[in-house]
């Protein structure tokens, strides 16, 4: 009889949820890992830049995996799921957002929070590119925005994209196509013929 | 594959080839919108690296703990214990030892068939040679007996009387309490005793005796029948002369003998 360390590292992520289902703390930790700073990102794009809020919504997240891991399919990819979660969480607060916004008095909810933990000299360097982006992208529809902050900043695949927010391939290719020429087309002044 | 992005962030629009040229203008139709697009991937690619290095609060961290211990309590106990996994002892089939015992029983009994096998066909072989041997001898009298049987049948209906008087009489117990019986006379004609005993022909016998006993000699086939009773295991080559050998004993004398046999 051997005995012998488990491997978390080289166990998958649904193995992972596997063994945290079953109690397995180390395995929690490792996919907390995992998908922590991605999650958090994500979150904070899509919530206004609003780092508190994307706390929350990470740890909402990962509570709901703590209690219910059930939930989660098995035969579908964790990376996939974990991220339809957080869109659809997102797309419940844009509606809690949308009915305080007929309430509110009269601030604009979509304007971006700053973050206490930003770095000021970073942003020296690209503030005039990042605001512009910024602004640019906030201004597309939430179902462009959402696909290409996956494909470009979470680094899903078109396939995964597709799977986490239960849509075609075909239909995150045209909307990834939108938001791109869209941004090119709002930014074009970054590009080298305008600065000349 | 690549990508779209990758073709633009690598290439200039110079350089692209008809398939990729027809790649890019699904999301830039000329030069001018391909160059833009390039220009926000390469200044997209500076905002990626920033937004990467958000990490989650380390409270956010310890509540999750809190939570998950709360749900797992017994196993969150000791969670910061060396996970250790019983690793159990996985033998392939073909290395247990009973499974490596009956291989090597079968095996042996996969070659040590054929010869028995072939030993048994050396017996029976040797079994048949000796069968041969032995069946001229007990055929012919198997079928002499047959023919015997019915000839027999026949003249032992007529003779039975004739027999049992001529043995009284060859027997000279006249005064013998029991009533003879066809038994008794086969005994007395067992000529083999003679044979054995007293080297006498059957012939001479035959003679010797009441009339019953000439006819019953005279036919073919109850002189085989005859032969046959008296060498069951085959007519011995001395008996083909026996015609030819006189007895030197007399019939009173044999009979006495019979007698004092009994």
């Known amino acids: 009889m051997k005995l012998i360390r488990k491997e978390y590292q080289s166990m998958t992520d649904e193995q992972l949820v596997i063994a945290m289902a079953g109690g397995d703390k180390p395995a929690f930790d490792n996919l907390y890992n995992r998908y922590s700073g991605a999650l958090i990102s994500y979150f904070m794009r899509m919530l206004w830049r609003d780092r508190e809020k994307a706390e929350d919504f990470l740890h909402d997240l990962f509570t709901k995996l703590i209690h219910r891991p059930e939930l989660f399919d098995t035969n579908r990819s964790f990376k996939t799921w974990v991220y339809s979660v957080a869109s659809n969480m997102c797309k419940n607060e844009y509606k809690k957002q949308e009915i305080r916004k007929n309430t509110s008095n009269g601030l604009d909810s979509s304007y971006p929070v700053a973050d206490p933990n930003k770095n000021t000299l970073n942003e020296v360097h690209h503030s005039h590119f990042k605001s512009r982006f910024n602004e640019q992208i906030l201004e597309l529809d939430v179902k462009h925005r959402e696909v290409f902050e996956m494909r470009h900043f979470d680094g899903l695949s078109m396939k995964e994209i597709a799977e986490a927010l239960e849509i075609s391939e075909g239909t995150v290719k045209s909307r990834l196509f939108y938001a791109t020429k869209y941004l090119a087309q709002g930014l074009k002044e970054f590009s080298p013929e305008q600065t000349i | ?262």
Do not use: C
């Open chain 2, 1 to 262: 594959m690549r990508s779209i992005e990758d073709i633009i962030l690598e290439k200039k629009y110079d350089e692209l080839s008809t398939e990729e040229l027809l790649l890019v203008n699904e999301l830039a139709e000329n030069e001018e919108e391909f160059n833009q697009m390039k220009q926000l991937f390469d200044n997209m690619s500076i905002e990626f690296d920033s937004v990467g290095t958000v990490e989650a609060s380390i409270e956010t961290k310890s509540s999750l703990d809190s939570i998950f211990a709360a749900k797992h309590p017994v196993i969150a106990n000791d969670w910061k214990k060396e996970e250790v996994v019983e690793e159990v002892k996985v033998i392939a089939f073909y290395n247990r030892s009973w499974v490596r015992v009956a291989a090597i029983l079968l095996l042996f009994l996969g070659v040590s068939i054929p010869f028995l096998k072939n030993s048994d066909e050396i017996i029976s072989d040797s079994a048949i040679q000796q069968a041969k041997l032995e069946t001229p001898a007990e055929t012919t009298h198997a079928k002499a007996k047959n023919t015997v049987a019915t000839t027999e049948d026949l003249a032992s209906a007529k003779t039975d009387e004739k027999k049992y008087a001529s043995a009284e009489t060859l027997s000279g117990d006249k005064d013998q309490s029991e009533p003879s019986i066809p038994g008794k006379v086969v005994q007395i004609n067992d000529v083999s005793l003679y044979d054995k005993r007293m080297n006498v022909s059957k012939t001479a016998l035959t003679y010797q005796f009441s009339a019953p006993i000439t006819t019953f000699g005279s036919s073919t086939a109850t002189a085989a029948g005859l032969a046959s009773d008296l060498y069951p295991n085959g007519k011995p080559l001395e008996a083909e002369n026996k015609s030819s050998i006189t007895s030197e004993v007399s019939a009173a004398d044999m009979l006495d003998w019979i007698q004092a046999a009994y």
